[in-house]
């Protein structure tokens, strides 16, 4: 690494640290969180992009909440999707919705 | 502060061209362990009663924090000829498709990892659409939790 | 404390709680090894019948990592995370059952600790398209599964 930052974790050398061993790196890239949302409805919003972001969502239950979709083993609908202006909920069920910065068609 | 990726001005740079930039969020992660349900041998009749199983970790944060992996309802245990009684790890069950028809046989094991105010939460329950018999075995999830939460709205553009 | 953090907007750094800071280098962040693009292309020559393509990405990393995954389903333009299924369409999966849809996946049997293998299944149904084009986006991150970070 000829230029950048690094952070290791406590205790230990960033010199000899492993990649697993960093708590920050300058050669990788992050998500960049930029945005969360409550949905309550089957419905769609300008998420203030003009590309795909990538993106995570929780379901609610009562009051406990899981990531991602209901299903069995992969046999699962996605809830959510985006395009390259808007986030669309296919669920009335609440969920919560976080965009990242980083895009999905590159 | 931000940082670009390699080729990059950072003066000049889009958002998307930045490694880190402190106008966004990003991940910390609070916290990462197993729950491990280890279950028991167990019959029962056409149409019983479904078993619950549970393991939970506390995690002390006061609200519900952002978690990983994806995994609702997932297929852990399929008995008859599928097989059954094997240990199973959440996380891979998650990532492999059970292809049926229209979902799975009416006797099951789906595991369900969420999260509450105050823990996560690891369930397991076993149905009886027909009579059969589930193995003993472990069911493990490996969990990520992160100091972010679930629920707060917000736009840092 | 030796380190760096950064509050959220308004938020004072010196009382800021961990959710109200957007950065400290006492906590572990997902890292993005590396961003896996793609696009695959399954052809049923015929209607009620499917097609399978397999996209295999080696990490070599010696551990499970943590992955997120996203593809683009084409009749809408949209882009879902995976893996999951895009609903619609009946007719005979490669694997003998009546099942419906285009499966975005993770095929089993592969080694996590050094290789992903994500599987595309299309099942064509009566009026749909011979060819279909998948394409996919995957972030294979840093952090393991298991302990992405060890107290």
Not at chain 1, 11 to 20: M, Y
Not at chain 2, 3 to 24: C, H
Not at chain 2, 86 to 96: K, L, P, Q, T
Not at chain 3, 4 to 19: C, M, R, V
């Amino acid at each position: 690494m000829a230029y950048g930052i690094k952070v290791s974790k406590p205790d230990v050398n960033v010199e000899d640290a492993t990649n697993v061993q960093t708590v920050f790196n300058s050669e990788n890239n992050t998500f960049k969180i930029f945005r969360g949302d409550t949905t309550t409805s089957a419905t769609n919003y300008t998420h203030g992009l003009d590309y795909p972001p990538a993106f995570m969502y929780f379901v609610k239950s009562g009051t406990t909440w899981t990531a991602g979709a209901p299903g069995y083993g992969g046999e699962k609908e996605a809830l959510v999707s985006v395009d390259a202006t808007k986030v669309y909920t296919h669920t009335a069920t609440e969920m919560y919705i976080i965009l990242f910065i980083n895009p999905l068609n590159e | 502060m931000k940082i670009s990726k390699s080729g990059f001005d950072v003066e000049t740079a889009a958002n998307k061209d930045l490694i880190l930039s402190t106008q966004f969020d990003m991940f910390k992660i609070a916290k990462t362990g197993s729950l491990v349900l280890n279950l028991p041998e167990e019959t029962k009749g056409d149409g019983a009663a479904s078993s619950t199983y549970t393991q939970t970790y506390s995690h002390g944060l006061g609200y519900v924090p952002l978690l990983i992996p994806d995994a609702s309802s997932v297929l852990t245990d399929v008995i008859t000829a599928l097989g059954g009684g094997e240990d199973a790890i959440v996380n891979d069950a998650a990532n492999d498709a059970f292809i049926m028809a229209s979902g799975p046989p009416g006797t099951n094991e789906l595991a369900t990892l969420y999260a509450t105010t105050t823990q996560i939460v690891l369930k397991v329950v076993r149905n009886w659409d027909y009579a059969g018999t589930f193995g003993a075995h472990s069911v493990t999830c490996y969990y990520t939790i992160f100091y972010n939460k679930i629920g707060e709205t917000f736009n840092l553009l | 404390m030796y380190g760096a953090k950064a509050s959220k907007p308004n938020i004072d750094i010196g009382s800021a709680e961990a959710f109200e800071q957007v950065f400290n280098s006492s906590y572990n962040t997902l890292k993005i090894l590396s961003e896996v693009t793609g696009t695959a292309t399954m052809t049923a020559s015929s209607e009620f019948t499917s097609d399978i393509v397999d996209v295999e990405i080696t990490h070599n990393l010696g551990y499970s990592p943590l992955i997120m995954l996203y593809y683009k389903d084409p009749s809408s333009g949209r882009w879902l995370q995976g893996p999951s299924i895009i609903p619609g369409g009946n007719g005979a999966s490669p694997l003998g059952y009546y099942i419906s849809g285009t499966y975005v996946i993770f095929k089993t049997g592969y080694n996590p600790l050094t290789e992903f293998v994500l599987s595309f299944i299309y099942f064509r149904d009566s009026g749909q398209p011979a060819s279909i084009d998948i394409d996919y986006k995957l972030f294979l991150l840093l952090e393991p599964r298991q302990d992405a970070w060890y107290d």
